[in-house]
């Protein structure tokens, strides 16, 4: 085929050269690939490096999309268009080139032109190194959304920050995680477009102070004490097989140029020197979370210096399309994800009234119809909140607006409950119960027309928790809208086998339509034919796998055995370590009777750990001296086997989630607000073992009860037990299994001997476990044997991975999107030209 379209390529010189930048055939392609690696890249195919080769293709895939991006840029003038502005500290976009070959519909066309070349497009893909601008889901899930938003026809910004260090490279030694700073922009990024033009200017420090302008109103004006410029870097999104490419606008922190001359000047070369150092800092590198915020000026300053580029750049085009200010909120819907971009109601408003002189009534109703919130975590120890001191420090304005709206706040509060005082202080915007703080979801929700969850079980929680208070005040201002990822990515790209035997099924209509169409896969369950070739596919993944494993840990595993995986950030109330405990019962059992017949697993681990969680540092310890033992005791001969695949990331998902046998989605109910990664098992085969949380509450429901391994305490249950005072002694003294894995890990069984090693996370689980791992313990071993003998039936298993997956339509990020489109942001999808 791609033979076919390169006939009617070089008619005359000049049609070939318009080609090499635009053409989709093979010889364009090719001619588009030597012309970037010579024009772009400075070299000739003899001297050319891989990352030459990479480069070059990669900006010959670019060069196709500019049209459009262009367009699409145009398009943001039209003042009968709403756009939708995605806020958010992370994108986690992971490699571009793949997705973009996808979506532009050429991975063939390009293959054969770099086969041309003498190149190997996979090794090429392999080249690219991600950009890791997220910590996990909540990044990945803004990038989910751009697709979908581009996929859509939604014309979208989404705004963040352009790390020049994102989430740190993960490398295991002796078992334990070190870290190794993400240097992805060491060899260029050739799909950013910077646009030094595009430049804002935001304050820091300093103090604020009224004054009374030429037409004699009384304003207030922000003297700072440092002034830092945001420096526009475009990235293309383009749809999948459309016109749309929305944009993804990364704002860098540079120094201001005046200050410099201001200090030469006087003649402080040095000053001068270290301000542009410190100004250059704000968007160096990504924080990794589960770490104490309590105190990170910084990285208050990083969400201040996006937010208030993005809010200025917004204003800019509304303007340019000569509208005026009070309708702000017709040009844009901005959507906060989580707390993180909260700042942005105060800025608004400081832009509103101090920049723009509108009152502040009418400024607030602005506010309130642009901005929305999606909350993401139900943990209270993760809300942000900014101790007051600090905040007045860095934003001395915004704590004077910050003051005013909450001031308000607490009076219709008052109003609404007569001398409920207690209930005031615990809505006020302001912490005062001890230090005082400032409270960002507060400030967030106040700001906001709308207010959402994240997953059914999560939104309900919401407002029955952690806001409940506001969601007594503002009941209509709270709705749900499950999170989804997106096919193209998490299947058509990541397993193309699979995509291609369903394509072969039931058409390609399902990579557009995932929603309606995946579920035409449902009748082949009961085709022989077809089971087995799902099961083949299946095979080939992991064999796939197994040989990445081995190249990576020196693990052999057997792609025959049961691939049980769990990858995901590491964190206690994820519970790694429950399936720690799954693995050591196990081997005890083959201890007990070595020629007893088990179902073979080999165990997959995955993820990062904050660089400062102590505790989620020594699960990874935990797995990986669980897995030397397990690993090498020649009585399990291979049966059982434990990896830890180190630097867990989209790149390395794409390798993963396809090869799955089964998803651990086994957090202590009521603790994790979602999950996606749960999605993506699911939509490539994988059944699920997990408990009622998140997202898989809606997962079991869709896939059928008896296509789910469902075990544990639910959310509600959780809650009796703790307030009823919970004992996990009593667990661990009544149940022998139990007991003789815990003992095993606080003897030094899996430490050589070392009785202090795991000594923190035992004593931890006798005397507090917080996440109620041994509450669910028995429950999860019994399922987990439910699982191994349903994996014994070979056919019914293939059946069962082929039901999850054509039920799966709900969790497509495309119909995410468009529950946000229709019930938040009111904004109606672009009709493709
Ligand atoms: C995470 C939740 C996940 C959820 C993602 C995306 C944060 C603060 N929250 O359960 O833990 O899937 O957000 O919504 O990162």
């Not at 723009?356 to 901005?371: I, L, S």
């Not at 449902?522 to 087995?532: G, I």
């Not at 049966?639 to 695949?645: D, N």
């Not at 989630?657 to 957090?667: G, H, K, N, R, V």
């Amino acid at each position: 085929m791609a033979k076919k379209s390169g006939t009617n390529s070089a008619s005359t010189a000049a049609a070939t050269i318009e080609n090499a930048r635009t053409g989709m055939n093979v010889p364009s392609l090719k001619q588009a690939v030597l012309d970037n690696l010579y024009y772009t890249q400075g070299r000739t195919p003899e001297l050319a490096t891989p990352n030459d080769w990479y480069m070059a293709v990669a900006y010959s895939v670019r060069d196709r999309m500019l049209d459009r991006f262009i367009t699409a840029l145009h398009g943001l003038s039209n003042p009968r268009v709403k756009i939708a502005s995605y806020l958010s500290a992370e994108f986690l976009m992971g490699p571009h080139l793949g997705n973009n070959l996808l979506n532009l519909g050429i991975t063939d066309q390009m293959r054969s032109a770099v086969e041309e070349l003498g190149l190997d497009l996979d090794n090429l893909l392999e080249q690219e190194e991600e950009p890791g601008l997220g910590n996990g889901g909540l990044g990945r899930l803004a990038a989910c959304y751009m697709d979908s938003l581009a996929s859509l026809n939604v014309p979208a910004i989404g705004y963040g920050i352009r790390y020049e260090f994102g989430i740190f490279d993960q490398e295991i030694h002796d078992g334990w995680q070190t870290e190794k700073t993400d240097k992805w922009l060491r060899l260029g990024n050739p799909w950013e477009i910077s646009r030094p033009e595009i430049s804002y200017y935001v304050n820091f420090g300093g103090r604020s102070e009224g004054f009374r302008d030429e037409a004699g109103r009384f304003r207030f004006r922000w003297v700072p004490d440092r002034v830092v410029k945001g420096v526009a870097c475009d990235t293309p999104v383009p749809s999948y097989r459309n016109e749309m490419v929305d944009l993804l606008r990364l704002w860098k922190s540079e120094a201001v140029e005046s200050f410099d001359f201001q200090a030469f000047n006087v003649g402080d070369y040095y000053k001068a020197v270290n301000e542009k150092v410190i100004s250059e800092t704000v968007s160096k590198v990504l924080y990794p979370n589960d770490e104490p915020e309590i105190g990170k000026t910084l990285r208050l300053a990083q969400q201040y210096f996006f937010v208030s580029c993005s809010l200025q750049d917004m204003i800019r085009i509304h303007l340019m399309r000569g509208q005026r200010i009070e309708k702000f909120h017709e040009s844009f819907a901005v959507q906060l994800n989580d707390t993180h971009p909260s700042i942005a109601v105060a800025e608004l408003m400081r832009l509103l009234v101090d920049e723009h002189t509108m009152d502040w009534d009418n400024a607030w109703q602005v506010t309130q119809k642009t901005m929305a919130y999606t909350n993401h975590t139900l943990l209270p120890e993760a809300l942000e909140k900014w101790p007051l001191q600090l905040f007045s420090r860095s934003l001395p304005r915004h704590m004077e607006i910050i003051d005013e709206i909450n001031h308000r706040f607490l009076k219709e509060v008052r109003l609404r409950y007569p001398g409920d005082n207690e209930r005031a202080a615990r809505l006020s915007i302001i912490d005062e119960s001890g230090e005082k703080y400032v409270r960002m979801a507060h400030l967030a929700s106040v700001g906001s027309h709308c207010i959402n969850g994240v997953a059914a079980l999560h939104s309900d929680l919401l407002t029955k928790t952690v806001l409940k208070d506001l969601y007594d005040l503002y009941p209509d201002r709270f709705v749900n809208v499950t999170n989804g990822v997106t096919p193209r990515r998490w299947i058509a790209l990541s397993n193309p086998g699979l995509a291609a035997l369903i394509t072969k099924s039931i058409g390609e209509g399902w990579i557009r339509h995932f929603e309606d169409e995946i579920r035409k896969v449902e009748p082949f369950a009961e085709d022989p034919a077809f089971l087995e070739k799902w099961r083949k596919i299946k095979r080939d993944n992991k064999s796939r796998l197994a040989s990445m494993i081995r190249e990576r840990t020196g693990v052999v595993a057997d792609p025959d055995s049961l691939f049980d995986i769990q990858v995901k950030r590491i964190h206690e109330y994820k519970r790694q370590h429950l399936n720690v405990l799954h693995i050591i019962s196990l081997y005890n059992r083959i201890k007990k009777d070595p020629s007893q017949d088990i179902v073979s697993r080999t165990f997959i681990f995955g993820g990062k750990a904050a660089p400062g969680y102590f505790m989620a540092k020594r699960i990874i310890k935990l797995i990986n001296s669980v897995a030397d033992v397990v690993n090498n005791d020649p009585d399990v001969a291979g049966r059982l086997k434990v990896v830890f695949f180190p630097d867990f990331n989209v790149k390395n998902a794409h390798h993963v989630y396809p090869a799955a046998d089964l998803s651990e989605q086994i957090s202590t109910a009521g603790k994790e607000a979602s999950g996606t990664g749960n999605m993506k098992f699911s939509m490539n085969g994988a059944l699920t073992i997990g408990t009622l949380d998140g997202a898989n509450v809606e997962i079991r429901e869709e896939v059928g009860s008896e296509n789910f391994f469902l075990f544990g305490l639910t959310a509600d249950e959780v809650r009796d037990l703790k307030a009823t005072g919970y004992n996990p002694r009593s667990y661990y003294e009544a149940n022998p299994g139990l007991r003789e894995a815990l003992d095993q890990i606080s003897s030094g069984h899996f430490s050589h001997g070392d009785a202090e090693l795991f000594r923190p996370l035992v004593s931890n689980l006798l005397d507090n476990d917080p996440f109620l791992l041994l509450a669910d313990y028995q429950a999860y071993i019994d399922c987990q044997d439910r699982v191994s003998s349903a994996y014994g039936d070979q056919e019914r298993w293939a059946r069962m991975s082929v039901l999850n997956v054509a039920r799966m339509g709900k969790f497509s990020s495309d119909r995410s999107i468009r529950e946000y489109c229709a019930n938040i942001w009111n904004i109606k999808p672009v009709k493709p030209k």
